[in-house]
């Protein structure tokens, strides 16, 4: 309880500050993007593969972290995070969450609708350049782009809609 809510004010800290630079890239200008999910989700892994063989030959770089309730091992092909790699006083304690916070993606994205204090504290502390998301006019402040969705599309259909807000965002 006292970490939740201390990295829940540590999140508002870094929203009302939000002194890192935001901007959209130019598509053809993409190098690496980030996506953030919770892995209760239902074939997370085969989406987004099929997302980095779509930008893969244009030389895009994506770098995924998913959110587990309870920790496990680290695993080569899934890189993740619980509420373990925090500390009780709310800072980041893992050096993979911390090198992901710090990561200057292009784009992160964030293709689900969720209410996770950890996903938000990511959100808003990450350097990256966009940030983006599902459509929810009470979280208008953890993205830069925003694209609608119904709750039972697809993910792959969801990273489609993703992609061509992103092409014509400039």
Request: a positive charge; charged letters at 30%.
């Amino acid at each position: 309880m006292i970490k939740l809510n201390q990295i829940k004010r540590k999140t508002k800290s870094a929203l009302r500050k939000n002194n890192n630079p935001r901007s959209g890239r130019k598509f053809d200008q993409i190098k690496k993007i980030g996506i953030l999910y919770d892995v209760t989700a239902a074939q997370i892994s085969e989406d987004i593969d099929r997302l980095t063989r779509i930008l893969a030959p244009m030389g895009v770089v994506i770098k995924e972290m998913g959110y587990l309730d309870k920790p496990q091992k680290q695993n080569q092909s899934m890189h993740t995070f619980s509420k373990e790699d925090f500390s009780l006083f709310g800072k980041v304690k893992s050096s993979h969450v911390e090198d992901f916070i710090e990561e200057p993606f292009d784009y992160l994205i964030h293709p689900f609708s969720s209410n996770n204090p950890l996903i938000d504290y990511i959100l808003a502390h990450s350097k990256a350049y966009c940030r983006v998301g599902l459509h929810d006019p009470a979280r208008e402040q953890f993205y830069d782009l925003m694209v609608f969705s119904k709750g039972s599309e697809p993910l792959s259909k969801v990273l489609d809609q993703i992609l061509e807000s992103v092409k014509i965002f400039q």
